[in-house]
């Protein structure tokens, strides 16, 4: 190396620009740092299930547990082949991923490189961007709409011949709202065929409406609908995800991936998981709940929110930093978004009824409620 030289100066430009993803603060982490026992903390910072993962679930993770000598099924050929079912598509459109967050690299591995585009909303999953760049891509952002939902026709106007891919995140993070049927169908009817649509769905399950995005499939669309066990599901910690998309893009994303990307615990997890729809039910149900919990508090202190058709709700609480930094130190762990352009905001994750409780309790003190 000559001198003066550092390695870096020999690696990719765009990884060196690179920010990180900021995840939500850890339990563990912040237990240390206020000398709390992690029992005290309350963590409403990354839509995680409060009600833990389906009993089913655990009991399938610790059976998995005593062959996790054996390379897992690198096909997750038992999981694929039920989301084959539930879809009613074949085993060879669907694709697992180690949490949804995989696939989207997945498809930056099969579609970007450095001239080519992903559009996708300006205020969505901090996780786009951060895909793009890694791959030297541009990333197109399209300013949401006045009801803070995606502008599905301005995003069809930002489509040049390098676009490759647009996100559609269906309830959006981190604003929680939704686009419906009607509108996505214009816009379906429009996108060209050398573009690939990107039906983000981690928070479907909580969603009052759901579209039907998978039509577009068998319809024969260029898209890619993207699901995770992280949220509804409750197994955020184990990483599994999946798609089902066309046979030709779903081959293309199990050529990317590494051969056991899945573990044999999360395949385990996730397939057990699928079968407790009770559970999913009764996490839906907490979420509704909690959701009223907070707008009924929020109206009675005249704090503005938008509603949300997802388990988070985003809060207009003046200065964000401030107010996460006040209720980081009480052990409560919010999401500040101020890497979301949004720093007057505060995302709050809908836990149970006693978290939620002890969350406006907090806020209450901060905001002088
Ligand atoms: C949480 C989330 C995901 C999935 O995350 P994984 O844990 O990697 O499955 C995907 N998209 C959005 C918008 C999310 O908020």
Redesign the pocket.
Known sequence: MPRGMNITSYANQYVLDLVAYQPGKPIEETARELGMAPEQIVKLA??ENSLGPSPKAVQAMVKAASHAHIYPDGASFDLRSRIAKDFGVSFEQTVT????????ELLCHAFMHPGKEIIAAKH??S?YPIMCKLFGATYVEVENKPDWSHDLMGMLKAITPQTRLIFI?NP???VGTMVFQEEMDAFMAQVPEHVVVAF?E??IDFADVKPDTAKYLHQGKNVII?R????AYGL?GV???YAVSTPEIADMLNKARSPFNLNCIAQAAALAALDDREHVERSVEMVRAGREQYYRTFDSWGIGYIRSQANFILAKVGKGREVFDKALAQGVILRQMDGYGLPEYIRITVGTERENARCLEVLAGILGK
């Open positions: 990354s839509n991923g180690s949490g949804s967050s995989e696939i989207i969505s999953f996780m995140t959006t993070n981190p983000d981690a928070y993207m995770t066990f992280s949220k955020a990483r599994a995800g």
